[in-house]
């Protein structure tokens, strides 16, 4: 074979050579940067969650916060002592006291049928045996403040009512929530009683939200 020919053959593989390396590099590169532009890194996404909830308008913000501060308020360990009527509610199925207790006056019984004369200043060991508190009452006969049966926005119009939670704006509310004794004895049930659903501190935070992005009341 004559040498020219030779080398134009050695000349053609190369080029195919060549020719191949390239197209395999291009689709790397391809690769890489179709993958590189659909994975967005996950500190991106948070931000971008973050912004869009930050974005949200007051009114969304608040009555959200109430929806969560709610499912606390409509719990056994909350709402059983805030009944439509003058019994006291029990356990978690919030049936009607038993002994016919009455709310009294003062809203810690009536008569010789005392809150006190059950409930201890600490919870009573055994399992459904009565929870306890220092101060354990109902609302009293002039300022009941009701949560049973009402729907968000009900139980939100009431919370700010003036004349049916105790006379207490917004600071004072807060108060309430965050450092009553009784009202944190609903995270401490009695044995075979059910948790409240979230911490107070989570609750507390739900509510806060509630009050200071504008105390917006529920669609419903």
């Not at 040498?3 to 790397?28: D, F, M, P, R």
């Not at 003062?106 to 008569?111: A, M, R």
């Not at 010789?112 to 919870?123: D, I």
């Not at 009701?146 to 009512?161: C, D, H, I, W, Y």
């Amino acid at each position: 074979m004559a040498q020219s020919t030779k080398n134009q053959i050695i000349n053609t593989k190369k080029a195919i050579y060549l020719l191949l390396g390239i197209t395999a590099i291009s689709s790397v590169v391809v690769s890489f940067r179709t993958d590189a532009y659909n994975r967005v890194p996950e500190e991106t996404t948070m931000a971008r969650f973050t912004a869009a909830e930050a974005a949200e308008p007051d009114s969304i913000v608040s009555k959200k916060a109430f929806l969560q501060a709610y499912k606390v308020l409509m719990h056994p360990r909350c709402m059983n002592c805030h009944p439509v009527g003058d019994r006291p509610l029990q356990g978690d199925d919030s049936h009607i006291h038993t002994m016919n207790v009455q709310r009294g006056k003062d809203g810690k019984g009536l008569y010789a049928m005392k809150c006190s004369n059950c409930h201890q200043p600490q919870n009573t060991p055994g399992l459904h045996m009565p929870p306890g508190n220092p101060d354990w009452h109902l609302p009293p006969a002039d300022m009941k403040m009701v949560f049973q049966g009402k729907s968000p926005r009900e139980l939100a119009q009431t919370m700010l009512n003036k004349n049916e939670n105790g006379h207490k704006d917004h600071e004072a509310l807060i108060e309430h929530v965050a450092k009553d004794s009784l009202v944190g004895s609903g995270w401490n049930p009695a044995e075979g009683l059910a948790h409240l659903p979230m911490s107070r501190a989570e609750f507390v935070k739900h509510f806060k939200t509630w009050l200071d992005k504008g105390a917006y009341l529920p669609d419903k």
